[in-house]
Nanobody, 125 residues
Framework: QVQLVESGGGSVQAGGSLRLSCALS????????LGWFRQAPGNEREGVAT???????TYAESVKGRFTISKDNAKNNLTLQMNSLKPGDTAMYYC???????????????????WGQGTQVTVSS
């Protein structure tokens, strides 16, 4: 059974940083395009960043220049480094695996077939 387990969420003041991690099985890590999503109360789930099997990344406009998605090959981990956090970044953050090798921030949410349980990020002003 494929499992994705997020960690690293928490509370931080505006301007601060957090680093999210997602542990994946070796097969999923090497075979699937991966992404981070977030969902705030009352809002739809939205894509934040993706990284495909060639290492190409895409980002939502709202996080470009502040967030960085990367893969830790030694640990089969997907990470999201979040800097210059804003109150608008407050949400539950999820990592997800796409059904294919390639994806982008514009890929349909339902093309991501496996999801973690989420980790809460709260940014106060």
């Amino acid at each position: 059974q494929v499992q994705l387990v997020e960690s690293g969420g928490g509370s931080v003041q505006a301007g601060g940083s957090l680093r999210l991690s997602c542990a994946l099985s070796a097969y999923t890590y090497s075979s699937n395009c991966l992404g981070w999503f977030r969902q705030a109360p009352g809002n739809e789930r939205e894509g934040v960043a993706t990284i495909d099997n060639d290492g190409r990344t895409t980002y939502a406009e709202s996080v470009k220049g502040r967030f960085t998605i990367s893969k830790d090959n030694a640990k089969n981990n997907l990470t999201l480094q979040m800097n210059s956090l804003k109150p608008g970044d407050t949400a539950m953050y999820y990592c997800a695996a796409n059904g294919g090798y390639y994806c982008s921030i514009y890929s349909a949410v339902d093309s991501f077939i496996t999801w973690g349980q989420g980790t809460q990020v709260t940014v106060s002003s």
